[in-house]
């Protein structure tokens, strides 16, 4: 399902709005007033603040779909959320310049000190699945599919000023130029992508397009014959027509992201993305409002711009910790491969 857009949208409200209001003027004297349809919402004027929000672009989707939904219940409230890469996030959120850091990881152990030194404490609160994909241009005819291995050749730092032609990674490949387009070194995706690839997180070799801001990849990949590139599920979910998907194998065949294969985790590059909010700033009614929305209504919207929720029993599991204010992560002293129902319950 489609989102529609927010001119529609509006569009949409005014007239239902304007009918309301010929019929309340229609309505003969005493009789009861005429209610505006629940399914347009009703504006809750008292509640008037700021939400600061930056970080992941991966996350972006979910959090300005949430972010457009809150505030057209609550006008009096200015929500702004940035795509600085989940490390910048983290950096500005760890020097209270913002009240909700995105991050397509969990926070890391340089993270948490910087926190700690500034005397910020944070809650931990998983709100999406995401299926990170390996992406070429439509043109590309020759890859359906790629093992880790592959990707490792392509992305591990040795390949630098190395491995530059497609035939280098396999020699029944096209002799062609290889483009790579990747996320920026403050991006959380890069960080997942070269631990998971690599070994090692921010161990990548550093000639190819990187940018924070996953639609300049789709750009560059959907312009390139001879590009690839990786980045969040619901920016190729967006672009369909204009990318294409590569399977991923990881030793035990190849899979593709879909709903299925990132929710059971059978996609290898499957992994959660979280919100992050801080505890000094939560008590604030507009903070805490726009958190319960997120973690209730905001469930339907994660599938609609193109990612997997997560279970129910998650998403209930982490409002009670919100409404507990129980900070610090799970992630600090949790084994290797946990999953997050059993992290969040």
């Known amino acids: 399902m489609l989102r529609t857009t927010p001119f529609l949208r509006g569009l949409w409200i005014i007239a239902a709005s304007a009918w309301v209001a010929v019929l309340a003027a229609c309505a003969p004297s005493g009789a ?14 008292a509640l008037s603040g700021a939400v600061r929000i930056d970080g992941s672009s991966t996350v972006f989707p979910v959090t300005e779909a949430v972010a457009e939904e809150f505030q057209k219940l609550h006008r009096r409230v200015q929500v702004t959320v940035g795509i600085a890469g989940t490390g910048g996030g983290f950096q500005k ?24 030194k500034n005397g910020r404490d944070y809650i931990e609160l998983p709100v999406a699945y995401d299926g990170l994909s390996v992406i070429v241009n439509p043109q590309n005819t020759w890859v359906t599919s790629m093992t880790t291995a592959d990707l490792k ?33 403050d991006s959380g995706t890069f960080d997942y992508f070269t631990e998971v690839i690599n070994g090692r997180a921010k161990a990548s070799r550093g000639d190819f397009t990187a940018s924070e801001d996953d639609n300049v990849l789709v750009q560059g990949i959907a312009g390139d014959a001879n590009a690839l590139g990786y980045f969040g599920y619901a920016y190729y979910a ?5 990318l294409k998907l590569v399977s991923v194998d990881a030793g035990k ?3 593709a992201p879909s709903e299925q294969t990132i929710n059971n985790a059978t996609y290898p590059l499957s992994r ?3 919100i992050y909010v801080a505890k000094d700033a939560a008590d604030r009614p507009e903070i805490d409002e726009f958190v319960r929305f ?21 998403y209930d599991a982490a409002l009670q910790r919100f409404e507990r204010r129980m900070v610090g992560s799970v992630y600090t002293n949790a084994p290797a491969g946990a999953k997050l129902e059993d992290l969040f319950k």
């Open 32 to 45: 009861p007033s005429v209610q505006t349809p629940a399914a347009v919402g009703t504006p809750t004027p």
């Open 93 to 116: 959120f760890c020097n209270k310049e913002t009240d909700i850091a995105d991050a397509s990881r969990p926070i890391s152990a340089s993270e948490r000190d910087a926190c700690q």
């Open 153 to 185: 050749k392509i992305w591990e730092p040795d390949a630098q000023g190395k491995v530059t032609r497609w035939n280098q990674v396999r020699p029944e490949w096209p002799d062609r130029q290889l483009t790579l387009y990747g996320p920026g070194t």
């Open 238 to 242: 967006e672009n369909k027509g204009r």
């Open 253 to 255: 065949g190849a899979v």
């Open 272 to 274: 959660p993305l979280f």
């Open 294 to 314: 997120y973690l209730t209504q905001g469930r339907a919207l994660v599938a609609e711009v193109g990612y997997v929720r997560v279970p129910d029993n998650v």
